[in-house]
């Protein structure tokens, strides 16, 4: 384990455990070109949560799947999922002598003493296939009968036909988002651009071609070691961990881009074994994970770089561990105003904190939105209420304070001779209020359509000004 630390490194006594050196591994069985995938690859092999492999023909992803498990000594079945039948996995059925239940009649290729399986070209696949597969990759089952002996689900695509790259693959269909979800990592493989110059001279070197890949045992010596601290720290994962999966999680549906509940835990244990593989916790590595994370490739949707690059930097910032930046951030994840009023109100650490929430609230939310949490914010910031700075005061007012000075009367005759556009969606929402609460609403709704901020949803954000309200009501004196 490296003793350097610098500020993109996460000291975590929990994850970063002695461990052999960090050395290629892959390269020792003839695998070439995967050393910037590889502790992803390895993190896969230490969780034995399933595995996809994404590339080009010819890029060697069955070639490094089967050479794993020989050097592993894995029984080991390799499936070709645009020829297999159901059959050839399990055997053919018959009657047991009494005629009570139903055996497999099993042959060499079927799955039941199968240690490890490569479902190859899985999205050439059959519809009905997949179905079938599912199962397999998810529970580890094969007709409600558990494969005991089952510890690597492994799998690997071309692109899918929905991909835009300038090879086609016709038949290579987009996976099911189901199935696809159930893999923990999708790697994408490089292809001969991506080699350096040594390695394109040891894949072109026919010399080895059919040996078997063996290693001497170092890959089973050092997987059991990381598979000892996974299974020991699993018990009682880091917190950084399970922060950072949450708020990448949140953060990337957020962005439009959703991942499952399932997805969130399946992030949180490849982080954690990718963090045992390195031997450290660093900003690259977790954006590695979590870019290997996503399934949408899967069915030729991948997420545009910089989301996920932006995601990445939230949910590493909110699993910092100083408290402040941490606190900081977790305002920001939180998608509700009136939620970010109760962090502010209730779990403020100090005034400067206070004062930087504050001040990113108002930068990040769209203009409606900014102007309904600073009025709601604002009588009990200038009366002195609120955990804040004269800054954060001061950036309050000079939103609250454009529709404060909005002479409601002359607002609303100018809005009504306009004939304004946003009438039709702000005239029933005021309709359906009354009292104090339609005046409030009245107030940020006309000095919005004043300001031209446009607003999405008046109804919502009717709603979400009044809850907002009623958090900061409890500081203000009445």
């Not at 299974?231 to 990448?248: I, T, V, W």
């Not at 870019?291 to 991948?302: D, K, N, Q, T, V």
């Not at 561990?321 to 994840?333: F, I």
């Not at 939105?369 to 009588?379: G, N, T």
Request: glycine share 6%; with cysteine.
């Amino acid at each position: 384990m490296s003793q350097h630390k610098d500020a993109n490194t996460k000291p975590s006594p929990k994850v970063l455990a002695e461990g052999p050196p960090n050395e290629p591994v892959l390269s020792k069985l003839g695998a070439y070109g995967f050393e910037k995938q590889e502790t992803v690859l390895l993190a896969a092999l230490v969780s034995e949560d399933p595995l996809l492999l994404i590339g080009r023909s010819g890029t060697g992803k069955t070639f490094l799947l089967n050479s794993i498990s020989e050097a592993l000594g894995l029984e080991h079945r390799h499936y070709n999922a645009s020829l297999i039948s159901f059959d050839d996995l399990v055997g053919f059925p018959y009657p047991d002598d009494a005629h009570e239940s139903v055996r497999f009649l099993e042959t060499p290729a079927t799955i039941w003493n199968a240690e490890s399986v490569l479902v190859d070209e899985i999205s050439r696949c059959k519809p009905e296939h997949q179905n079938r597969l599912f199962s397999l990759v998810h529970e580890r089952r094969i007709q409600g009968i558990d494969l005991e002996r089952l510890r690597y689900r492994w799998a690997a695509m071309n692109p899918s036909s929905s991909d835009s790259t300038d090879e086609e693959y016709l038949g290579s269909e987009p996976l099911d988002p189901a199935l696809a979800d159930r893999f923990a990592l999708i790697v994408e493989v490089g292809d001969w651009a991506d080699l350096s110059k040594a390695d394109r001279r040891r894949v072109a070197d026919p010399s080895g071609e059919g040996a078997h890949a063996n290693d001497g045992g170092q890959l089973a010596q050092r997987l059991a070691a990381w598979r000892g601290q996974f299974e020991e720290q699993l018990k009682n994962c880091p917190g950084e961990l399970l922060d950072y999966a949450s708020a990448a999680t949140t953060a990337l549906s957020e962005a439009g881009v959703r991942l499952s509940p399932r997805r969130a835990r399946l992030l949180a244990r490849s982080l954690l074994a990718a963090g045992i593989v390195a031997g450290e916790l660093s900003d690259a590595l977790f954006h590695q994970v979590l870019a290997a994370s996503l399934p949408h490739r899967c069915w030729g949707e991948p997420p545009s770089p910089e989301v996920v690059a932006a995601a990445h930097r939230l949910a590493w910032s909110v699993s910092l561990v100083d408290p402040r930046d941490k606190w900081v951030h977790l305002v920001q994840l939180e998608r509700r105003l009136d939620r970010k009023a109760e962090l502010l109100l209730n779990n403020c650490l100090d005034p400067d904190a206070g004062t930087l929430a504050v001040e990113q609230v108002l930068s990040r939310l769209r203009a409606d939105r900014a102007a309904a949490f600073a009025l709601a914010a604002y009588p009990a910031a200038v009366a002195g209420h609120l955990p804040v700075g004269t800054e954060a005061v001061a950036d309050l007012g000079s939103i609250a304070q454009k529709l404060l000075d909005v002479d409601e009367v002359l607002a609303w005759t100018s809005v009504q001779n306009s004939n304004h556009p946003e009438l039709a969606k702000v005239d029933p929402v005021l309709d359906a209020l009354q009292g104090a609460r339609r005046e409030r609403a009245r107030q940020l709704l006309y000095g919005c359509i004043v300001e031209k901020w446009e607003i999405k949803n008046p109804k919502k954000l009717e709603e979400e000004f009044d809850r907002c309200v009623n958090v900061f009501a409890r500081v203000v004196p009445s």
